[in-house]
């Protein structure tokens, strides 16, 4: 019995009626995971196609996830879930509860038909290449966010370029890939500016920075409102909350060192606004609710899903800087 049946008097495409066919045996039970397909020589020779058309066949069940190949030894079934239409990969730099928004708005987004396999490189440029090298023709599309990874160039080469999107932060290397991104420089100072009143009212503005996981653009964004607003400002590259110092106001990017601060404001018994200011970059359920709420400025993840996948799912590939918002609370 043969795996592969084409109808020559068909107006659907053979490369169409071969992954049909694939299709149907495993749904038929005559392929299970596991399972080798014919080579592409012997459908190629048996049906007197093109072996371009085959491999046309084959490339687009394999960005599916149903088969994979092995070097030297052919194609098998990897899995029997045939709904699936597309894979795409995601890679992020780390979990968060934003990049957890982010995600779900993703998957809403493209629906159950769609299977998206979510990687991590945590700021290391040698993981970013290796998750990146080991999946290479796998997917249907790639979906990366470099962070502020250098070289990533040399990596994301290795994909076939039109199916490569960008997500929240690039750079110059990334010019020609179609990206939703945030404009950090941008979003921090017109946020910022709005608060420049509340901000003045302190002796010194400190930002919490590490140059090793946060966009230069966030640097660069607190340093255009300070000299332009005439702010006193330091930049903290360690932090201790014991250190923190009334009349003080603290712009947090990360979740921990505002914890601290929190934490270390209760044992002095500060409270915010009259004895400390707090602003933090990205908003979250627990910065709405923490302490009255935390004033933040944020880009929407939800909208960056969102519009990442109309892009894909519309073949409209172009670059998008995401909206970004402030949002007054309590702290400043």
Do not use: W
């Not at 009212?201 to 332009?228: A, H, M, R």
């Not at 018994?269 to 009255?292: A, C, Q, R, T, W």
């Amino acid at each position: 019995m043969s795996l592969v049946n084409l109808n020559t008097k068909s107006s659907v495409p053979k490369y169409r009626q071969i992954v049909s066919s694939i299709e149907e045996a495993i749904l038929a039970g005559n392929l299970k995971k596991g399972d080798q397909l014919p080579s592409l020589n012997s459908v190629k020779n048996r049906h007197s196609v093109s072996r371009d058309t085959v491999l046309v066949a084959f490339n687009e069940l394999k960005n599916r996830g149903i088969i994979t190949s092995r070097a030297g030894k052919g194609y098998f079934v990897s899995s029997e879930e045939v709904a699936i239409a597309q894979k795409i990969f995601v890679l992020f730099d780390e979990l968060n509860a934003f990049k957890e928004d982010l995600y779900n708005s993703i998957i809403q987004s493209f629906g159950d038909h769609i299977q998206i396999d979510v990687y991590f490189h945590h700021f290391n440029e040698k993981i970013f290449s290796q998750i990146i090298h080991e999946n290479l023709g796998d997917y249907s599309y790639y979906v990366i966010m470099p962070a502020n990874l250098k070289n990533t160039e040399v990596a994301l080469a290795e994909l076939q370029q039109d199916k490569v999107f960008m997500l929240d932060q690039v750079h110059p290397e990334h010019a020609n890939f179609p990206a939703v991104y945030q404009n950090f420089e941008k979003d921090v100072f017109e946020g910022l500016f709005q608060l420049k009143n509340k901000i003045k009212v302190y002796k010194k503005f400190n930002l919490i920075y590490s140059e090793n996981k946060q966009p230069k653009g966030i640097l660069d964004g607190f340093l255009k409102f300070c000299t332009t607003a005439k702010v006193p400002y330091q930049i903290l590259n360690t932090f201790e909350a014991e250190s923190i110092q009334k009349n003080e106001a603290y712009f947090v990017l990360e979740d921990k060192p505002l914890i601290q601060i929190i934490k270390q404001m209760k044992a002095n018994e500060f409270e915010f606004v009259k004895d400390i200011g707090m602003i933090s970059y990205n908003d979250s359920l627990l910065k709405e609710v923490i302490e009255g709420g935390i004033t933040t400025i944020s880009t929407d993840f939800k909208l960056m899903g969102k519009q990442l996948a109309e892009m894909i799912k519309n073949n409209t590939p172009r670059r998008i800087a995401n909206t970004s918002q402030l949002r007054l609370r309590k702290s400043i």
